[in-house]
Structure formats: C-alpha cells, structure tokens
C-alpha cells in the first residue's frame, strides 16, 4: 500500500540556520512529491512538486527538496530559516499516472523557529 | 492569485444532526477533492469528484457523507447524522488536471458535541 512517512514530529532550528525536513516514501513506482506548509489558521500551501526531470526541484519561499529513488527520500531544505518559516509541514504522495488523483499525506513535521 | 474558499471556518454541531461543509473550487479546476485532519492524525483523503460524479473514495466516506455540485461554482460535503469521531479539519482542493498540484482551502474545523 502507498505510505508516506515523516520520521520528525517537531524540529526546533534558530533563525538563520540551516534546515532539512525529511520524507520517505513507499510506493510500487515512483510517486509524484509535493510539499505543503500549513500556517497556523490556514490551509495547506504548496511549496513545491516532483513530476520528473531534474531531482533538485526549487520551489517558493526559498525551499528545494531533493529526490533520491535509492533512499525512496525527498527531503525538504531551506539554507537560511526565518522566523516566519515555523509552521506545519507536509510530505505528500500521488501514483503516478492514477486516474484519480488522491493524494497520500505524511504525519507533518512541526518547525520551530527560535530567535 | 486565484484561491480555494471554504466556509464557515468553525462549525459547532450537536451529534445526530446534519452539517454541511461548503467550499467554492479555483474556477477553471476540474477536479474536487476533501480531505479531512483529526486532530494530532494524518490529513486523510475522503473523496474525489470529476465530471459531476464521484472518482474514488476512501473507506472513511460511508453512506454518513455524500458530496455534490449543486451550481457551476460550489462543492459541499455533507454528513447527515454527525458522531462525536466526525470532529476534525476538512479541507476542500481543486485541481485543473487530476495529476496537477491540488490547491487546498483554508479548511472548516468540525466539531461535534
């Protein structure tokens, strides 16, 4: 069955530092990747997305995320963290080529940003 | 930027009554979706929605819930006898395509007393 998993609950970083989030996926093929931010109050964002292509994808607010198939990963990373990053962050997965579209979340990881 | 609405944002019911969850899609999006988020749990999906009918749902979505497009712009999720375990965060999505980035509502937070 497709899972995805987020092994970090909570990560504390202070502001300035640099951070990664981590993903792992389990799926018969390769899944399309998404990340989403969710602020306090509010829905869930897209940061950015893996179809195929280039493994580093770019994505908003200064966030990339690296596909690996050998570790089945797509970590999530920022260089620079700012205060305003701490939030909820979700891994998620879609079957590629599904005709249906329903995608698989991660449990989230929760950032803190310290001064 | 065009975005998913969802309202109300909090909705307090008592158990055993109806609710409905109201969401208006991103306009040129042809794929609906819900999802919904107990409280310290994963985000689940629920249902998917195409062309006026329903594509997959999950073994959450029982006979309690059925979706509809009743217009050219709403999308409603509705339960028709609310338990206690219904409490959580829905969340309404549109896509354009059904392998395109889906784009999520503020959500409604459901809850039942």
């Known amino acids: 069955a497709q899972s995805v998993t987020q092994p970090d609950i909570h990560i504390t970083v202070s502001e300035g530092a640099s951070l990664e989030l981590r993903c792992n996926y389990s799926?018969?093929?390769?899944?399309?990747l998404f990340w989403y931010v969710q602020s306090p109050g509010q829905g869930l964002q897209l940061l950015l997305k893996?179809?195929?292509?280039?493994?580093l994808v770019q994505g908003i607010k200064g966030f990339e995320a690296e596909f690996k198939r050998s570790q089945s990963s797509f970590n999530l990373r920022k260089p620079s963290v700012h205060w305003s990053d701490a939030a909820e962050y979700f891994c998620?997965?879609?079957?590629?080529?599904?005709?249906?579209?329903?995608?698989?979340f991660g449990r989230g990881t929760q950032l803190t940003v310290w001064p | 930027e065009p975005e998913v609405t969802q309202t109300p944002s909090h909705q307090v019911t008592q158990m055993g009554q109806e609710v409905i969850l109201r969401c208006v899609p991103i306009?040129?999006?042809?794929?609906f979706y819900w999802y919904r988020q107990i409280l310290g749990q994963k985000v689940e999906f629920l249902v998917s929605?195409?062309?006026?009918?329903?594509?997959?749902k999950s073994e959450i979505f029982d006979d309690q819930f059925s979706v509809e497009r009743p217009d050219g712009s709403n999308f409603t999720l509705k339960i028709r006898s609310t338990k206690l375990e219904d409490s959580a965060m829905y969340f309404c999505?549109?896509?354009?395509?059904?392998?395109?980035?889906?784009?999520f509502g503020d959500g409604t937070r459901l809850s039942i007393l």
């Open positions: 893996y179809f195929s292509g280039d493994t």
């Open positions: 998620a997965g879609q079957d590629r080529g599904s005709t249906l579209g329903r995608l698989y």
């Open positions: 999505a549109s896509s354009e395509d059904r392998n395109q980035p889906q784009h």
């Open positions: 929605f195409y062309n006026n009918e329903i594509s997959e």
């Open positions: 799926y018969g093929a390769t899944p399309y």
């Open positions: 306009s040129n999006h042809l794929y």
